[in-house]
């Protein structure tokens, strides 16, 4: 049986997947973004404006399930990069300096390259 907090946090995993599942832009619905198996490095620019934030994250790579979580106000670019907004999360937390909301240069990136779901499964079906 379910504890209270591990209730509460089951409902707050599934209602951060409904809120990243609505991210993405309807021409993008075809690819995947959040799962295990998408993969995800962390890009900052390094120059004498990174903030320490930003900094903490430089050359990770993360997991689909792992960016919902980390990285709350995500903006999907394509379906091959995304915008962190790491800024714009610190901002709503109350925990921002110097820095606009919207000044995060940073991007994670695809690191291995995904298809449509439905052309690969064809793609091999016809191989």
Excluded at 25 to 46: E, M, N
Excluded at 66 to 86: A, Q, S, T
Excluded at 103 to 126: F, G, I, M, W, Y
Aim: aromatic share 10%; charged share 25%.
């Amino acid at each position: 049986m379910l504890s209270a907090i591990e209730a509460i946090q089951a409902v707050q995993q599934v209602l951060s997947l409904e809120k990243a599942l609505k991210r993405i832009p309807d021409h993008l619905k075809q690819y995947t973004f959040f799962g295990d198996l998408d993969q995800w490095h962390y890009y900052s620019i390094g120059d004498d404006k990174l903030c320490e934030y930003c900094n903490q994250h430089e050359a990770v790579t993360y997991s689909g399930s792992e960016i919902r979580g980390i990285f709350p106000d995500l903006e999907i670019v394509d379906k091959n990069m995304i915008y962190p907004r790491v800024h714009m999360t610190l901002y709503k937390q109350g925990k921002f300096g110097a820095w606009s909301k919207d000044s995060c240069r940073c991007v994670l990136v695809r690191q291995l390259s995904e298809e449509p779901l439905a052309r690969t499964l064809t793609d091999k079906r016809v191989r």
